[in-house]
C-alpha cells in the first residue's frame, strides 16, 4: 500500500459531464491504498480462505425484480462484446451481454478462465463482493474523494492523472480505448480488454491503473452533482441506511430499488467519442446488485482506524 498524506484540493470537474461539478474544495485526512487493483490471484486467495460467493454466481430472487420473468433470471454478469457494425451509442445492450455463467473466473462466460490472468484486475464483483475482500483484509473501500484525490497523484486540478494531454508525445499512459467505440478497437495501448496491473506507469504517487484498465468500486452513494460546499470534509460514509441511499435510485426505473455508488477510474472501454471518463474527476453510478467485465476495486485503510 502507498501513504497518502492527505490535503486539501479542487474536486470535480466544470468541464466535461455534468456530474462532475461544481468544482469545490475538499479536505481529506491521512490513509494508505492499494498500490494496484486487486488482483485476480489476490481474489483467489480470499475465496480459497472464507469460501465466499460472488453474486454473480448466486441466482437472482425474483422479490427484488418485479416484474422479470423467471426463466431470465438465472446467475450471471454483464460482459461487454464489440458489435459488428456501428451502433447507436445511446443503447448500450448493442455492446453489453447478460451472460449465464459470466464471473469473476471465467470473465468472458463460461468457457473462458483466468488462468493466464493472475495479475489482472479482478472483475465481475458486486459492490457486496468489493467490501467482503476489503473487511477480509482488514481494510475498507475508498470514499470517492479520497480516491480522486489519490489519483490525481499531487496534480491539483489537472485534466489527468499525468497531466493535460491524454497521450503526451503519443505515448499511451493508461489502458483505454483507441478507435471507434464500440465497434472498432485498435489496441494502440497493446490491449483489448484488461491488462496487468502494473502494465502502465504509476502516477505521481506510485499509484497504478488509477485511470483506465477497470472502473473501481467507491463507498460513497451516488448523487446527481456534487455538493458546492467550501472545504467539504472527506468523511467515512454514513450508514447504508441513511438518507443519501435513498438518493442514489435510477428515477428511470421506479418500480426496481436498488442503490447506486460511485466509480471512479474510467476503463479500457472509455473512448473519445464515447465516455470520456479517463479522468480524475470522472465518476459513474452504477447499481449495487451489478457486476460487469470492466469493475474491480482497491482497498484503503485510514490513519484514524489503525491508531
Not at 466535461?16 to 498500490?35: C, G, K, L, N, Q
Not at 441466482?59 to 427484488?64: A, E, F, I, L, T
Not at 445511446?90 to 488462468?115: C, E, M, T, V
Request: proline fraction near 9%.
Amino acid at each position: 500500500m502507498i501513504l497518502i498524506r492527505g490535503g486539501t484540493f479542487r474536486m470535480g470537474s466544470d468541464r466535461h459531464y455534468r456530474e462532475e461539478a461544481p468544482v469545490h474544495r475538499v479536505t481529506v485526512d491521512p490513509f494508505w491504498i492499494d498500490r494496484t487493483p486487486v488482483t485476480n490471484r489476490q481474489f483467489r486467495a480470499f475465496v480459497k480462505a472464507t469460501g465466499h460467493v460472488t453474486f454473480a454466481e448466486i441466482s437472482p430472487d425474483p422479490k427484488d425484480y418485479p416484474g422479470a420473468l423467471p426463466h431470465i433470471l438465472y446467475a450471471g454478469s454483464l460482459v461487454f462484446a464489440p458489435p459488428l457494425r456501428p451502433v447507436d451509442l445511446r443503447d448500450w445492450s448493442q455492446w453489453w451481454s447478460f451472460l449465464k455463467g459470466a464471473d469473476w473466473r471465467h470473465p468472458y462466460g463460461p468457457k473462458s478462465n483466468i488462468n493466464t490472468l493472475d495479475d489482472h484486475p479482478v472483475v465481475h464483483v458486486a459492490y457486496s463482493d468489493a467490501l467482503a475482500y476489503a473487511l477480509w483484509a482488514g481494510k475498507d473501500l475508498p470514499t470517492e474523494a479520497e480516491w480522486e484525490f489519490a489519483a490525481r497523484g499531487g496534480l491539483d486540478g489537472a485534466e489527468f492523472a499525468w497531466g493535460d494531454e491524454l497521450a503526451p508525445g503519443g505515448k499511451h499512459i493508461a489502458n483505454t480505448w483507441q478507435g471507434r467505440f464500440p465497434q472498432e478497437n485498435l489496441s494502440s495501448d497493446g490491449f483489448e480488454r484488461t491488462s496487468p496491473v502494473t502494465a502502465f506507469p504509476p502516477n505521481g504517487y506510485g499509484l497504478h491503473d488509477m485511470i483506465g484498465n477497470v472502473w473501481e468500486w467507491t463507498s460513497d452513494w451516488w448523487c446527481a452533482q456534487h455538493e458546492a460546499d467550501a472545504a467539504r470534509p472527506c468523511c467515512i460514509p454514513e450508514n447504508p441506511r441513511g438518507g443519501r441511499e435513498a438518493n442514489s435510485y435510477d428515477p428511470c426505473q421506479p418500480n426496481i430499488r436498488i442503490p447506486r455508488k460511485v466509480l471512479k477510474g474510467g476503463s479500457h472501454l472509455c473512448a473519445p467519442n464515447y465516455c470520456r471518463r479517463y479522468r480524475p474527476a470522472a465518476r459513474h453510478a452504477e447499481p449495487i446488485d451489478t457486476s460487469t467485465s470492466h469493475v474491480g476495486f482497491r482497498c484503503v485503510i485510514r490513519e484514524r482506524s489503525k491508531s
